[in-house]
């Protein structure tokens, strides 16, 4: 299982390591070490790629706007 702090690190060790880098969920998935199993969380986990991405090394900001809750 992916959770939404795991998508979080992904993007930020990514951005560190290539700021310039065009992050995909496949590019998530892989950094991760994961495989999807049948695809139907791949837009979940591009929004919240996005959502990281944009708000920077913030998780709870991001969450917070898409309505995920922290546990």
């Known amino acids: 299982m992916i959770t939404s702090k795991d998508v979080a690190e992904a993007v930020m060790a990514l951005r560190t ?10 590019l998530i998935y892989r950094y991760l070490g994961k495989r999807p199993s049948c695809g139907g969380c791949m837009p979940l986990i591009a929004n919240l790629m996005v959502a990281y991405d944009e708000e920077g ?6 969450n917070a706007r898409l309505g995920i809750e922290e546990p």
């Not at 390591?17 to 496949?26: C, I, K, N, Q, R």
């Open 17 to 26: 390591a290539d700021p310039l880098v065009v992050l995909t969920p496949g």
């Open 57 to 62: 090394p913030s998780p709870s900001r991001a």
